[in-house]
């Protein structure tokens, strides 16, 4: 039986772009184009990306809140595109998420035992409803004497424990993390991603953690998937990516973060891409990448790479990948 919990393949979700007085489809944005990816049972994968890569609505296609253009969506080795309503509500009880923003992602004007509560009673469930709410604040690190307090009472920390409280309510198997800590102080990031960290080993949880920022990616992925204008660049499981990055654009994002060390800060060479995103409504042909590629030569710009493996489990699209006495280079 396959490990696989869930199974992208080849999703695309493109959206119209309508003009003039009869709304007629002139082009698409091709926010998610011909994606492939797959979360074993228990594991995290972390999406990492610019802003407009795709990453947000390849979350809210998992989540059948965006409706895919072609390709498939496997859970539990079952397609879920072609559920009704019915199967699609009952499929959430396992699908849940976490919501980038704590504070809009909570009703301001519902208590928050009343949030925590609104999926038990949404399901219909016949535990004690109070009591188990209060037990699931207790588990996020939250005092159940807080049960009737407003989300504007609480910091941003906490308000995102009442998010992740709610999306544990229903015991789910799978929980899609929109950036669930880039609004949140430093300090205060840590403490969540320990706490969803232990909430994984308690609960048997399985994770789709988006993020832009790479140190988070490090600290609680499995294995990690690069995004760039809707298409995988590179995915491998966490030490190998690290260690041992073989996409150019992968390598630049992995240059941006700053060393521990100062000395060594001093002496790396940083790698700056040239030029802005290009449009998803227009991208470029062959590699997306090629345009701001440093090592883009003119195959890049007629042909399309695919996925290669260069190791176990690491896998590169990209013609010129960095070589093996390169690849290291970022650690020295």
């Known amino acids: 039986m396959s490990q696989n919990l869930l199974e992208i393949r080849n999703l695309a979700v493109h959206f119209p772009i309508k003009e003039g007085l009869f709304k007629k489809t002139t082009n698409y944005v091709k926010a998610v184009n011909d994606l492939s990816l797959t979360v074993r049972k228990g594991e995290t ?17 998992i989540l059948g809140l965006n409706k895919p253009t072609s390709g498939d969506i496997l859970f539990e080795g079952e397609s879920i595109l072609d559920y009704n309503p019915k199967q699609m509500h009952q499929l959430r009880r ?15 004007r519902m208590p928050i035992g009343e949030i925590i509560a609104a999926p038990l009673k949404a399901y219909k469930t016949t535990v004690n409803v109070e009591q188990r709410v209060k037990e699931l604040m207790e588990l996020v690190g939250l005092k159940p004497e807080y049960y009737h307090r407003l989300p504007h009472e609480f910091s941003g920390g906490q308000r995102q424990r009442v998010g992740i409280a709610r999306a544990i309510a229903l015991e789910p198997k799978l ?14 990031q840590a403490q969540v991603i320990n706490l969803l960290e232990d909430l994984q080993k308690e609960l048997n949880l399985t994770y789709v953690f988006i993020a832009h920022d790479l140190s988070v990616i490090k600290h609680i992925a499995d294995k990690v998937a690069v995004m760039y204008l809707g298409k995988v660049m590179e995915t491998a499981e966490r030490d190998s990516f690290y260690q041992s990055a073989r996409h150019p654009y992968t390598n630049a994002l992995l240059s941006a973060i700053p060393l521990p060390d100062p000395e060594k800060e001093k002496k790396r060479e940083r790698i700056v891409l040239q030029g802005d995103l290009p449009s998803p409504a227009n991208p470029p042909t062959g590699c997306v990448f090629h345009t701001r590629c440093p090592k883009a030569q003119p195959i890049c710009k007629e042909k399309l790479p695919r996925l290669e493996q260069m190791e176990e489990e690491h896998f590169v699209s990209c013609f010129f990948p960095i070589e093996e006495e390169q690849k290291r280079a970022l650690n020295t």
């Open 175 to 188: 929980i899609v993390c929109d950036e669930p800590v880039s609004a949140l102080d430093v300090s205060v």
């Open 45 to 61: 994968l972390g999406i990492v990306g610019e802003s407009g890569c795709g990453k947000s609505t390849l979350a809210r296609a």
């Open 94 to 108: 396992d699908i849940q998420m976490v919501f980038q923003d704590p504070f809009t992602s909570l009703n301001p």
